[in-house]
């Protein structure tokens, strides 16, 4: 059950936060809303948590502002649960949870940007082919926001890095952090085969937890076309549960390609990355294929339209 801040606490903001979020389960349905799970019989079957349970935890993150019912059927009326802006202002808490068990409860506690492939990291990134990316928008340093999937393309490569070193100086140490030294080149090589990227009709974006003003001045050194988002506020990494790790009292991305097709479903993932030059071209590879894919699904579902056309017209005739 929620337990009540005791008067000794009154003032202390960690106590009032653990009222509201240091339950278990509450802590598992933040998660899950992040994931985009948002309707009580999916909650109930991702958690395997008692209806009962469910109903009060629920009730409880509602009145606590973190989720908000929203409708999205009439009669009778269902209601998702979505994440307020309180809410999504935990996230950033909830990645440096995982960050945190990652490192020191299931990692040796060693600092890295990377990881081995045998590693829960590697297992939770190697799960996401088949799943969907939620709906959402990040920060694009050429201002306002962009949803990370390009819908006009046939597939979207994301790939994620740690941090450029332009304009703002990386921290003490960078350089001897396994797996974080690559950035500004990963980014050359995406922008030298751009063009052959969007001639296979797929969408290219980087993503980074630096802000947007930071990746603007890359960018512009560096002629880079394709959109650079801003994952600061966690949304994405959330969302995806993708690996980060801590530096200059940041979180920064650990290093990670994924290729996604239209419907926002997660087709190919790289990780971790050892091999830049082989991972860019790897992502060009498997974009070509997710696009081809869906290219032939749409000639497919416009054949058999067409043929469906055809009949009445001649059944009518």
Request: aromatic share 6%; net charge neutral.
């Amino acid at each position: 059950m929620v337990r009540a801040v005791p008067e000794r606490d009154a003032a202390c903001a960690i106590a009032h936060a653990a009222a509201v979020v240091g339950d278990w389960w509450s802590l598992l349905l933040l998660r899950e809303t992040a994931r985009g799970r948002h309707r009580f019989d999916e909650l109930q079957h991702e958690l395997d948590i008692s209806r009962k349970v469910l109903t009060e935890r629920l009730n409880h993150l509602v009145e606590s502002r973190i989720l908000e019912k929203v409708p999205y059927q009439q009669g009778p009326v269902r209601y998702e649960y979505r994440l307020t802006g309180t809410g999504r202002a935990l996230l950033p808490v909830l990645v440096s949870m995982q960050d945190w068990a990652d490192r020191w409860l299931l990692g040796d506690g060693s600092l890295t940007a990377s990881a081995d492939e045998h590693s829960a990291e590697a297992h939770r990134v190697h799960g996401l082919p088949g799943s969907r990316l939620p709906r959402m928008s990040l920060p694009v340093h050429t201002g306002g926001e962009l949803d990370p999937v390009d819908g006009r393309a046939s597939a979207t490569v994301l790939f994620c890095y740690p941090a450029t070193g332009r304009p703002s100086p990386l921290p003490e140490g960078w350089s001897d952090i396994p797996g974080t030294v690559g950035c500004t080149l990963e980014n050359r090589l995406f922008r030298d085969a751009y063009g052959d990227f969007t001639a296979a009709g797929v969408a290219v974006r980087g993503i980074s937890t630096q802000r947007p003003d930071e990746q603007r001045v890359f960018a512009g050194a560096e002629d880079i076309p394709f959109p650079l988002l801003s994952d600061v506020d966690a949304r994405l990494s959330a969302a995806l549960r993708l690996p980060t790790f801590r530096a200059g009292q940041a979180l920064r991305l650990k290093r990670a390609v994924l290729v996604l097709d239209r419907e926002r479903t997660v087709r190919h993932v790289q990780f971790p990355v050892s091999d830049i030059p082989a991972a860019v071209a790897a992502a060009l590879r498997e974009g070509r294929l997710v696009a081809s894919v869906n290219a032939s699904v749409n000639a497919s579902v416009n054949a058999s339209v067409n043929a469906s056309v055809n009949a009445s017209v001649n059944a009518s005739g």
